[in-house]
Structures are given as C-alpha cells and as structure tokens.
C-alpha cells in the first residue's frame, strides 16, 4: 500500500481491529457524514435502517476534506452492536514520509479493551475488578483477561506489527469473507 488515503473501509476495518488486538468477531460499521459504509450482507435491512455502502468499495480518498489549510474529516467507527463502541476518527492531511509503510500507527496510550468486555460500563467495571485485589472478581478478570494484558501498556511496535499482518491477510477485503 503506498498511500494511507488509498485504504479501502474494509482495509480500515482491519487495521483499527489490529490496533485494538480485537479478533473482527462482532458487525461494524462507518459512519460519515449521512453514509453507512460495511459490510451490506451482514448488516443492511431493508426494513430497518440506511443503505449500506459497502467498504471495499469506498477508498478513504473518495471523500471529500473541506478546503480549509488544517482541515479534519470525521468519521464514526461502531463496533460490536452489542457492546456498541463508537470510535470518533478524526482525519487531517499529512505528508508521507519516503520510505515509511503505511498504513501505520503513530502514537498511542494504554491497552485497548479485551474483546467482549461489555463495551464502556463494562470496560469500568473490568478495570476496577482488575486493578483491586480485594475484588470479588479480580482473579476471575486476571484470568479472563490472560497474562499479557495490562491496561496500562501501549506497545507501538507490536500495534505496527498486527497493523502490518492484517493488512496482508485482508488482500483488500474482509479477512472473514476469505475463510
């Protein structure tokens, strides 16, 4: 992939899951400006709710920035319906650097929630059994959670690595649709 803006939404899709270390196990979808983009199949109704575009189809470079020299586009990521976690992206113009692979993560703070935490309320009260001892809960989340969890670290290279490895399983599609 040479441009980020090149990106496909099923190909954002797997990145931010990469990101996260989630395991792509519940629906999505974008959301921009009145667009849906996903996956059609699996989560357009007829009779409940917008069309939905579907993400190997729309390139993050179909949109359109507003002119202005630091301009932003944002973009809402919904995932697991269940545990509805709403993800705000906020796009800006960037150079690309020579030599760099994209796409790539630049920054970040602190674990991503397990998968299946129950979304907010339930990543609070995760945490809260996790980081007491006395918590009725605390060994019953340590061990849920597994070993390698701590909320507190962020490893960028290992997020660059999933990020990497995902995109080369996804081809530019859902890795789910090619099993």
């Known amino acids: 992939m040479s441009r980020a803006s090149d990106l496909n939404f ?14 792509d196990s ?16 699996a989560i357009e109704d007829s009779s409940y709710g917008p ?13 359109t920035f507003p002119y202005e020299v630091d301009a932003t586009l944002t973009i809402t990521y919904q995932y697991d319906f269940g545990d509805d976690w709403q993800h705000k ?9 020579d030599g760099v692979k994209y796409p790539r993560c630049t920054t ?23 980081l007491d001892p006395e918590h009725e809960e605390h060994k019953a989340m340590r061990l849920w959670a597994g070993k390698k969890f701590n ?5 960028l290279e290992a997020t660059n690595k999933a990020i990497g490895k995902a995109m080369r399983a996804c081809r530019g599609d859902y890795r789910q649709r090619q099993i």
């Open 10 to 23: 099923a190909q954002l899709h797997e990145v931010l899951q990469a990101a996260f270390g989630w395991t």
């Open 26 to 41: 519940h629906l999505h979808q974008f959301h921009v400006g009145g667009l849906t983009i996903g996956a059609p199949e």
């Open 51 to 63: 069309r939905v575009f579907e993400a190997t189809e729309v390139q993050l470079k179909d949109l």
């Open 89 to 97: 992206l906020v796009l800006c113009r960037a150079e690309q650097e």
């Open 108 to 130: 970040g703070e602190r674990a991503g929630p397990p998968e299946d935490v129950g979304g907010y309320p339930g990543y609070a009260d995760f945490l809260e059994a996790w």
């Open 151 to 155: 909320p507190e670290r962020f490893d």
